[in-house]
């Protein structure tokens, strides 16, 4: 894995296994940004203003709560998610994984087409040109001799890329900072951000995305307690970057929207792309909306591929006949759907009401020690999963009545 000593508390890890774990952070963190998180953070911020900034914070308290305590039970077991689920209730794990696969399916539909907007961005193909040629990008990435490392470097890079791209729009879009800051601990009609909170969790955490990163720890053989404070310090930063982001593109929609500018309903983000660079802005966008497409599309794939692979010993060896499956399929459904925007919100408010179930199966795996061994989760961990299962439940059901009035709509 490399000579090379990492020092972490009381632990050495290598370079490779430091490389490993960045991997795994940007894994998770791409898989959550994607074209659903810049749709749904442009449309809920231009509704809700700067109240729209405690849905953030409370969103990524949920996400730590929820991502620290999986992620530390499945790489103590080395196990992944559904197995985990099977050792709590006997064929759990495979409804759970068949739910997760279908989220991811949603949010993959998604991404292709996000893919295949930005490069109609950047260099006016056909949209339907650029979500093909994303489709075999991807796939040519998980059939190359290095797969592994490539999709680390990759999600690295384009995570990188993007903060870069969107704190800059937001410097020159110089939103409100102080009224944000006030509305994130007491925003206007907080009821109202009922759909936004569950929506967020579960375009961060929900479904497939919470386990991304952690399954990528688990393939690259790192697993067991010795590992858990680098685990935990991974979890937590695949959540920072995520709200890192989150923030800043928070903050750029907000300064655009208090001018009175109203966003487009086809392409939210980039119109405000467009208002703070002028018309090179939708080039610009056009990269931003490439990179978080493309990103998700291969976290999304690769983590569905690891909940499917465990159903039958047959697909457990065809990992990438399952990956390549996978982005065909969502590939050939946005050809004949397309209108993604509203999908995409839907498919993260779906996937949010998956968490209670994967994340109340990690809690009462934790307790049990025929799944843990001599593993003791802490209390206070414990606790803060309760309470996320419990709002993620609250807001869940709170929900449904505005999701089919969003279907409907």
């Known amino acids: 894995m490399g000579k090379k000593k990492l020092q972490t508390n009381d632990f050495q890890f290598t370079k490779g296994h430091k490389r490993l774990l960045l991997g795994s952070v940007f894994l998770m963190a791409t898989s959550a940004i994607g074209p659903a998180f810049l ?44 197995e985990i689920a099977n050792d709590v209730v006997g064929g759990l794990g495979t409804f759970i994984s068949i739910l997760i696969a279908i989220g991811g399916l949603a949010f993959n539909i998604g991404n292709i087409a996000g893919a295949g907007l930005g490069l109609n961005a950047i260099f006016g193909l056909d949209v339907k040109w650029g979500a093909a040629i994303t489709a075999v990008l991807s796939i040519a990435i998980f059939i190359s001799k290095n797969g592994q490392k490539v999709m680390d470097v990759v999600s690295m890079v384009l995570g990188a890329l993007m903060i870069i791209v969107v ?73 920072l970057t995520t709200g890192v982001l989150r923030a800043l593109l928070f903050l750029a929609v907000l300064g655009v929207v208090v001018t009175g500018f109203t966003l487009s309903q086809d392409n939210p983000p980039a119109s405000v792309f467009e208002k703070v660079l002028g018309p090179i802005g939708r080039n610009i966008f056009g990269i931003v909306l490439f990179a978080a497409a493309m990103s998700s599309v291969i976290g999304s794939a ?108």
């Open 39 to 82: 749709t749904q953070t442009a449309v809920f911020t231009g509704q809700f203003a700067a109240s729209f900034a405690f849905a953030i914070l409370l969103s990524i308290l949920i996400d730590i709560a929820a991502q620290v305590n999986i992620w530390r039970i499945l790489v103590v077991t080395g196990k992944r998610g559904q």
């Open 167 to 239: 704190a800059v729009v937001m410097f020159k879009a110089n939103p409100p900072y102080a009224d944000a800051a006030a509305h994130m601990v007491w925003p206007e009609h907080p009821v109202a951000l009922v759909l936004p909170i569950i929506t967020l969790v579960g375009g961060t955490v929900g479904g497939y995305i919470t386990f991304a990163g952690a399954h990528r720890i688990l393939d690259s053989g790192i697993k067991g307690k010795d590992y858990l404070p680098f685990v935990n310090r991974a979890a937590i930063s695949g959540i």
């Open 302 to 409: 690769y983590t569905s591929a690891t909940f499917l692979k465990t159903m039958h010993k047959k697909l457990f060896e065809r990992n990438n006949l399952i990956v390549i499956t996978f982005i065909v399929v969502s590939t050939l459904i946005f050809l004949f759907i397309g209108k993604p925007v509203k999908l995409l919100i839907i498919a993260g408010a779906l996937n949010g009401l998956v968490l209670p179930i994967t994340l109340g199966t990690i809690l009462v795996a934790s307790t049990r020690k025929s799944i843990v061994g001599d593993y003791r989760h802490p209390k206070w961990m414990m606790i803060l999963g309760i309470i996320a299962v419990i709002i993620t439940i609250v807001t869940g059901i709170m929900s449904f009545k505005e999701l089919g009035a969003l279907w409907t709509s």
